[in-house]
């Protein structure tokens, strides 16, 4: 029965219902963008790092063509639009800088589910190259041995031992061996023995791509350079993975920066209109003041009242936003999945406390000082004066 | 009724104006709003202050409750000089000593008749929920506590602001044409609570236009131009 600061500034929700919620929708949609966007950075970043250690190689060395596309289809799995020849990987071995060469050849094949099965034929160099596998079972040794993903595995209810049929590829296979989960594309991939790939798919002879691990990760430009310069060079497009990473990684770092901008703008433009709407409803509540202050407010009681409604809008608003944005980040995800060139596959929206402290300290530090300026007109109100003012004005 | 007040000082002065005037700054004019007004209202009394619109009625009645300083002459309430008291002073004076009733009630919209009644209490950091639902008693509105201003009557809303200003047991109520916004009839049952009020002890100074008002009033000062026209309690009436 006796309110509390906190109870009279809730029930201010209750004068204004409509105003209220488009105030605090100003706020939530804002934060939502602006936590939204730190956590597709974030993401991304972490994603990127992830599939450079997964990957284990240097370098990626693929048909002439996009870069981008070609690391892609490298990393997630599809189907190749042009190969190169085996012959190519003496050539790349020949080079001094490079440690181990793991040749692989890459075909998707369709499913009625619309997902594809991903199968690709390598050698053992792979072990060499990923180094964080964990198998049950082993390496593929013979001709109709199958190594397969966790993911693949658990879909098909594959188990070590069995003999299964493999979409796209021919005949019954072995299960030889079982990858641990690796968080990575690896898991939805079918691995086998590179000749026995060639041959069942009809492609002897040919590569779609080939990882690359320098003996110097650090000399990786004169290392591309002595790789371009062989003589199958102008055949091959060598992809250098950090660079081209980073690449991307500076392409959505510049967009970043653009769009927090907008976002932190937007977030500046919620938390105006915030004190816009509380200096609105000071000038209707200029004769509740001086009823107030006849009652024996204080003009610091009046402050922290008006204060404290801009700050709670912007507390509210931002805890709307955080959980919308939190709720959204399946379907941000899977846009941006669309939209960008490069994506990798671990999750892409990264939301996390450090971020959602970060939305509500910013929040707070703006709204504190949003809530100055009608706290501070409040509080210097004459008493007698805002007592004969109009109701309502 | 019991008002509630424990007015524990020995003196029996709670009022005491001597020369009292207020002046005010409009553009470039000065206007004279009370014009060296003197008076005493002892501990108990029930004052009706009349006079005509503009007479200075509402600025003494500010003066009384410390919404504002005088700009001469001397008013002591309960012993504090209003006139030396800085803003911080003044406040604590209104929040401890005086309570408002305004004709236009002047309750928080937001919040439920004991909300309401309890809301000075916030101000001056003593809560008190017991107090609440004795005033709720008091006034009549045990069945209305929960409800908000909106759902109320004009009768109902006044009880409700007469409850607010008794919440911290103030030694003066002021009412600023307490009947203003309300029928006959209504108007009679917040007179019948003021005079339940006064009979208990409480001081009461009415600003009004209603004749029964006054003349339920043990005492009637009646200003005309900013000066002290008639005092009943000079004529020998005071009681």
Redesign the interface.
């Known amino acids: 029965m006796n309110p509390s600061w906190l109870h009279l500034v809730l029930k201010e929700f209750r004068r204004r219902p409509v105003r209220s919620a488009v105030t605090l929708l100003g706020i939530a949609v804002a934060v939502a963008a602006l936590a939204s966007l730190l956590a597709f950075e974030r993401g991304y970043r972490r994603g990127l790092a992830s599939e450079l250690e997964r990957l284990g190689a240097h370098v990626l060395v693929v048909p002439k063509g996009c870069p981008f596309d070609a690391a892609s289809i490298a990393l997630h799995g599809a189907n190749w639009p042009c190969y190169l020849r085996e012959s190519y990987l003496k050539e790349v071995r020949s080079v001094p800088d490079v440690a181990m060469a793991a040749p692989a050849l890459m075909q998707a094949t369709p499913q009625a589910d619309g997902s594809s099965m991903v199968v690709v034929g390598v050698t053992p160099e792979m072990l060499g190259l990923k180094t964080g596998w964990k198998l049950d079972g082993r390496f593929p040794q013979e001709g109709r041995e199958i190594l397969v993903g966790s993911g693949v595995s658990r879909r098909q209810a594959w188990r070590l031992g069995d003999q299964v049929e493999v979409p796209g590829l021919s005949g019954r296979w072995s299960v030889a061996g079982i990858l641990d989960p690796t968080g990575g594309a690896d898991d939805g991939f079918v691995f086998l023995p590179l000749e026995e790939a060639q041959r069942v798919l009809g492609r002897e002879g040919v590569l779609t791509h080939i990882l690359v691990k320098l003996r110097d990760p650090e000399a990786l430009d004169g290392a591309v350079g002595r790789l371009r310069g062989c003589n199958a060079g102008m055949d091959m497009n060598i992809v250098p993975l950090t660079h081209l990473f980073r690449t991307i990684q500076g392409m959505i770092r510049s967009t970043r920066t653009w769009l927090v901008a907008v976002g932190l703008m937007a977030l500046v433009a919620a938390i105006t209109g915030v004190c816009n709407a509380v200096l609105m409803a000071l000038s209707e509540r200029t004769r509740e003041v001086g009823v107030l202050r006849a009652m024996g407010a204080s003009p610091g009681d009046v402050f922290r009242l008006f204060w404290l409604e801009t700050l709670l809008n912007c507390v509210v608003g931002t805890a709307l936003g955080l959980f919308a944005a939190a709720s959204v980040s399946r379907v941000v995800e899977s846009w941006l999945r669309s939209q960008l060139p490069f994506t990798p596959t671990d999750p892409l929206v990264r939301m996390g406390p450090d971020i959602i402290g970060l939305c509500m300290v910013g929040a707070l530090c703006l709204g504190s000082l949003a809530g100055v300026l009608p706290a501070w007109r409040a509080s210097r109100l004459s008493p007698q004066e805002a007592i004969r003012t109009p109701a309502g004005r | 009724m019991n008002p509630m007040p424990d007015p524990s000082s020995s003196n029996p002065v709670l009022i005491a104006a001597q020369g009292l005037s207020k002046s005010y700054r409009r553009g470039r004019e000065s206007v004279m709003a009370l014009h060296g007004v003197s008076f005493e209202i002892l501990r108990g009394e029930f004052v009706a202050i009349t006079g005509p619109s503009g007479s200075g009625k509402t600025t003494l009645l500010?003066l009384l409750?410390a919404?504002?300083s005088p700009s001469s002459g001397s008013l002591l309430i309960d012993g504090e000089d209003v006139g030396s008291l800085t803003?911080?002073g003044r406040?604590?004076l209104?929040?401890?000593h005086v309570?408002?009733v305004?004709q236009?009630f002047?309750l928080?919209?937001?919040?439920t008749v004991?909300?309401n009644?309890?809301?000075?209490?916030?101000?001056?950091r003593r809560?008190?929920?017991a107090r609440?639902?004795e005033l709720v008693r008091v006034v009549g509105l045990e069945h209305r506590?929960g409800h908000y201003p909106s759902e109320l009557s004009g009768g109902e809303m006044q009880r409700t602001a007469i409850a607010?200003?008794l919440?911290?047991r103030p030694s003066l109520l002021l009412a600023d044409e307490p009947t203003g916004n309300l029928d006959s009839v209504t108007g009679e049952s917040i007179l019948e609570v003021f005079r339940q009020l006064n009979l208990g002890g409480l001081t009461l100074v009415v600003v009004t236009h209603n004749e029964s008002l006054a003349a339920a009033a043990g005492r009637r000062i009646e200003l005309k131009d900013g000066q002290l026209r008639v005092d009943s309690a000079s004529a020998g009436s005071r009681g």
Do not use: C, K, W
């Open positions: 500010n409750g919404m504002d803003e911080a406040t604590l209104r929040r401890h309570g408002f305004f236009h002047g928080v919209p937001t919040l004991a909300e009644i309890g809301l000075p209490s916030l101000f001056a809560p008190d929920p609440v639902s506590q607010r200003a919440m911290n």
